[in-house]
């Protein structure tokens, strides 16, 4: 089989591999079996690098994914139980950096389950989220964002008293608000200065991508794709991508949440992070331009205390 038969994987997923068999490459384009399914690779050599780059098959692509994200989700309830909410958070960077990274391969299906876990998890202790989405971590990235916008989003949920079944929705659709930024050319994402105007136009079209990759998982539900297509729409018409006025639920209260945290939390060249306060008090003027929804907008501020 040709290189192309064969995806590397990450060394910190490799704990997770059992079920799918591991390849490495001794020689260009010459794959040997390194472990066969059915057997794990010991936490010491994982630790200490003691394991040439790994495969897997393509064929394999889907089973691996599941794998991976059930490993991780195992991480996640157990670091739930223990009250670790940093570890919590780790382990949903690492999860969703895979989902981004790659969001067909299989990640996006088993994300309804990551969010059973968080759901139940804190829904005897909702004030937890509030700390959670402001666990600082090394970088901020559409990763973390995405994170503390679901953070956020789940405890106006428990707040304004909703259904744990509507509650899961919304903190997935909140979760994969910005997945199709996951196809913008990283310059651009990551440029630490204003985007010109015709970078800006690319950087418009995350919101229509990531509703076609929502809508790609049939499972996820139209709810899910909507929060993503909608979230930089605003009532009066002025936002993207269509300009609509008539919007969604999901896309108002996820264009709130959204905004609020981009400003509260992302540090960049050209602007510091600023004062939930301030920032409160700036998006209160948008609502009275009747951008922004004003009944949620007030009840999202007093989730905040």
């Not at 010991?42 to 692509?61: A, N, V, Y």
């Not at 090394?138 to 994170?147: E, F, L, N, Q, R």
């Not at 996951?182 to 105007?197: E, F, G, V, W």
Request: charge should be positive; hydrophobic fraction near 35%; charged fraction near 25%.
């Amino acid at each position: 089989m040709s290189s192309r038969s064969y995806i590397p994987v990450r060394s910190s997923q490799l704990r997770y591999y059992i079920r799918v068999p591991l390849y490495h490459e001794p020689a260009p384009d010459i794959f040997q079996l390194y472990k066969p399914a059915g057997l794990e690779i010991s936490e010491l050599r994982i630790s200490e690098g003691m394991h040439p780059r790994l495969h897997i098959q393509q064929r394999d692509r889907v089973t691996a994914a599941t794998e991976v994200h059930k490993g991780f989700n195992v991480e996640i309830a157990r670091s739930i139980d223990t009250g670790d909410v940093s570890a919590v958070k780790s382990v949903l960077c690492d999860l969703v950096s895979e989902t981004l990274a790659e969001p067909r391969a299989g990640m996006l299906q088993a994300l309804p389950g990551t969010m059973d876990i968080l759901v139940t998890g804190y829904s005897k202790q909702p004030g937890i989220l509030r700390t959670f989405a402001t666990i600082a971590n090394k970088d901020y990235t559409t990763v973390i964002h995405s994170i503390n916008v679901m953070a956020l989003t789940l405890s106006f949920c428990f707040y304004s008293g909703l259904a744990l079944r509507e509650t899961k929705r919304l903190g997935l659709a909140a979760l994969l608000h910005d997945v199709g930024k996951s196809k913008i050319p990283t310059d651009i994402l990551q440029a630490p200065r204003k985007l010109s105007t015709e970078e800006f136009e690319v950087m418009k079209s995350h919101p229509a991508i990531g509703e076609r990759l929502i809508r790609d998982i049939n499972r996820l539900g139209d709810d899910v794709a909507q929060g993503a297509r909608e979230h930089h729409e605003k009532l009066d018409g002025s936002g993207y991508p269509r300009g609509l006025r008539k919007i969604s639920f999901n896309g108002r209260l996820i264009g709130i949440v959204d905004c609020y945290e981009a400003l509260t939390n992302e540090d960049r060249p050209y602007r510091r992070a600023m004062d939930p306060l301030e920032t409160l008090k700036l998006l209160k003027r948008d609502v009275e331009a009747g951008k922004f929804d004003r009944s949620l907008f007030e009840k999202f501020c007093y989730s905040l205390i």
